[in-house]
């Protein structure tokens, strides 16, 4: 039950910090600190989450092209949310991916530099029960996701569904889905 | 020691080289030139080819300084090329075979060429660029054959050059390609054309077809010259055919690489090829246009070697084809 | 060199260098992972080069994906750098190249190796005709850009589209584009016969295994394709000079 850290080989000067919460309260008030800017983070809505890979491939995308000046969206946190999505409508994957302000968890990821990141911080406002990473398993809505990212069985027979969605989450902007 | 005699005609070149053991002796030639914005037909260049030959046997012999007693080995182009063209060159090397008593023996035009860039350059193994008007292929030797590993799927790339010089009108002396070459030294502006590499293969009609239609209504438009339009269907060209050969050495582990064929004398084309050498840690190695462009000699290259290693042709089979493929010749004098 | 450094700074061990890009063996995200560099050639036009490298490098994601949709293994991509012209993928678990295999096979049990070759002509003709059926080209087909992976035992990959325990994958794709018209498909299947014929020599029967098993894989439509490659086989002993 605590805060799991990554690191990236492409950026190695930073890292990725990711807590998975249940039985979260105040989903209404965290969307509203986040719209301000407040929060130092990305909230995600776990369902749509089958692996933490998932998430890494968001975050690494979202630092390559925020330090490079190409960012889509307007904050590198949105960014993470944008690049989850395999559609390039920004407002259909704030809507997907993002934390609703009526859900009762919520998945906090933060992008920060290798010495110190502050998300135990972000943690604090959240009135629920961090839980292991491990529960994403079970609380992945994986017929949700396959229809989301309209996966078929042809590829699930060459592919895993992990494989699938980060394929389609990196190459977006090549190939309509 | 052989002494070979070549007879080259299947283009608009008409020539006659004298060798001795790896020396050329003598090696005229006589280019049928066209009006701008004409190619050249076969009757007529059979035609051109019948008026000049007896003069250029006459100047071969003479500049060789030998007898024709001393000759061994009659050769000339079997093919490929065009038909009436090469049946008239055909038809003297014959009759002088007969007339003095000596074996004739019908070459493979590419392969005079690869035959004659290794023995002027030195080159001992190499990757081969095959590149001229009617042909263009990638070639490297194995177990006997000149296996073809690259070649265009539809025109060759001389054949483009030489109708992209009929849309603009240049003059044809000396040839198409070299007044390319000029206008090309000269051009600034790139123009994006098609780029079609498909495997180990190329394919021009599409890029050809593309600058045939656009390059007046660019040309009007003032937004790029003749020689820019030069320029960019060079680089573009010349990128596709490096492009293939380097794909042709990787497969092949080669590290030397020879440019023949009458595109071969292009300096550009060079220039692009040396670089991508260079960068492989290989060596590049190509011929000045006395043996880029057709010309007898290598004709009587080829021949002394296949006469030198026991090769010997039926007279049935002294007859010309228009299309002969390179790998279909046995190479008996290579391990 | 500074591109060295880069690499070393990036814990990226080159693993091969064709003609024009480097193969690279690193982790994304802790996953082991091939990275595919394209790099400049020195002998183009510099507006060509950066139009043709950033051209095949999206070429390449597309035709993964187009690949993967219709049930043919690719490798996953991870990451695609536009700014180095890097595609971070999937690093297919215990693979060989196809042209290894045969060339060892060959080594093994040269008398039989071409009836032990089979099942693996079959399985590529099979996979080439899925390909096609769906207008998906590959552009440079040769044994070296097919992989065979073995399976893990268990796990969400075990089973499935098999070959004795061997799974296919195509790789390569810089060439690749989509097109319905049966030259462009007789064109790629022209290059994947004189990629296999110069490369395994003595493989005909095995070519004519991989074209009966294409007109499986495709479905209708194959006769269209098996007639313009004979049109294209032939058009190289055609060829006549135009003045």
Known sequence: ?177 | MVIAIGFEGSANKLGIGIIKDGVVLSNPRRTYITPPGQGFLPRDTAKHHQDCVLEVLKEALDTAKIDTNDIDIVCYTKGPGMGAPLVSVAVVARTVAQLWKKPLLGVNHCIAHIEMGRLITGAQNPTVLYVSGGNTQVISYSQRRYRIFGETIDIAVGNCLDRFARVLKLSNNPSPGYNIEQMAKRGKKFLELPYVVKGMDVSFSGLLSFIEERANQVLESGEFTPEDLCFSLQETIFAMLIEITERAMAHCGSQEVLIVGGVGCNKRLQEMMGIMADERGAKLFATDERFCIDNGAMIAQAGSEMFRSGQTMAWEDTFCTQRYRTDEVEVTWRD | MAAEGAAERDQMVLLKQGAEAKIYSGTFMGRPAIIKERFSKAYRHPDLDKSLTVQRTKAEVRSIMRCRMIGICTPAVYFVDMERHRIYMEHVAASITVREYIADLERSCSANHVSALRPLAEKIGATVGLMHSHNVIHGDLTTSNMLLSRLPKDGPDAGGDTLDGYRLVLIDFGLGYKEGLAEDKGVDLYVLERAFLSTHPNTEALFSVILEHYKLGYGKGAADVINKLEEIRMRGRKRTMVG
């Open chain 1, 1 to 177: 039950m605590a805060i799991e850290t990554f690191q990236n080989e492409i950026f190695p000067d930073s890292a990725i910090s990711v807590a998975l919460f249940e039985s979260v309260a105040n989903c209404n008030d965290l969307k509203k600190l986040a719209m301000t800017g407040e929060l130092d983070a990305t909230l995600l809505n776990p369902s749509m989450i089958v692996d933490t890979f998932q998430i890494l491939v968001a975050c690494n995308k979202a630092l390559h092209l925020d330090r490079c000046k190409k960012r889509v969206t307007r904050t590198l946190h949105s960014e993470v949310i944008y690049n989850l999505s395999p559609s390039k409508n920004i407002s259909d994957a704030f809507r997907k991916f993002g934390m609703g302000d009526k859900d009762t968890s919520v998945l906090l990821v933060q992008i920060h530099s290798l010495r110190k990141g502050t998300l135990s911080e972000v943690a604090e406002h959240v009135q629920g029960e961090m839980v292991d990473l491990s529960r994403l398993q079970e609380v992945s809505d994986v017929n949700k996701i396959k229809k989301i990212y309209k996966v078929q069985e042809a590829e699930l027979r060459v592919s895993t569904l992990l494989d699938a969605i980060v394929s389609r989450m990196t190459s977006k902007e090549f190939v309509s889905f």
